[in-house]
């Protein structure tokens, strides 16, 4: 699996970059256009989703739900990609497996102005 965030990361990081930054685009009436893209979703089903989020497939890629409790209609605290980084990087495993989340470096945790939770 991290063989695959580690290719997926040059996909979509020019857009990432492009979000904030922008890029001059010409369109068809010849005027020149500063154009913001976004990583606005990721097409999947639940299986895939889990690979791409590094999340364990008996858990919600969303939120933080109980493994007990999916797809109860309860307001779970959402995902914080950003604490799960801070976690790999102190290779705080127990953390990370308590929450259901896999030992991986994400490529998505790594896209600026993105947060992976929104992509579904």
């Known amino acids: 699996m991290q063989v695959l965030h580690n290719s997926l990361k040059f996909v979509p990081r020019p857009l990432s970059n492009?979000?904030?930054?922008?890029?001059?685009?010409?369109?068809?009436?010849?005027?020149v256009r500063r154009c913001y893209f976004r990583v606005a979703g990721w097409l999947a089903d639940h299986m895939e989703?889990?690979?791409i989020h590094g999340i364990y497939t008996t858990r919600c890629t969303i939120c933080k739900s109980p493994q007990d409790r999916l797809g109860d209609l309860h307001?779970?605290?959402?995902?914080?990609?950003?604490?799960?980084?801070?976690?790999?990087?102190?290779?705080d495993i127990e953390s990370l497996h308590i929450r259901g989340v896999k030992c991986i470096t994400n490529a998505l945790w790594t896209?600026?102005?993105?947060?992976?939770?929104?992509?579904v």
């Not at 492009?18 to 005027?31: R, T």
């Not at 307001?75 to 290779?91: F, G, M, N, T, V």
């Not at 896209?111 to 992509?119: A, G, N, S």
Request: aromatic letters at 10%.
């Open 18 to 31: 492009s979000a904030l930054d922008g890029h001059n685009i010409k369109y068809g009436d010849e005027v």
């Open 49 to 51: 989703n889990s690979v």
């Open 75 to 91: 307001k779970y605290p959402l995902r914080d990609a950003q604490q799960y980084r801070e976690w790999i990087d102190k290779s």
């Open 111 to 119: 896209l600026r102005d993105m947060i992976p939770r929104e992509l």
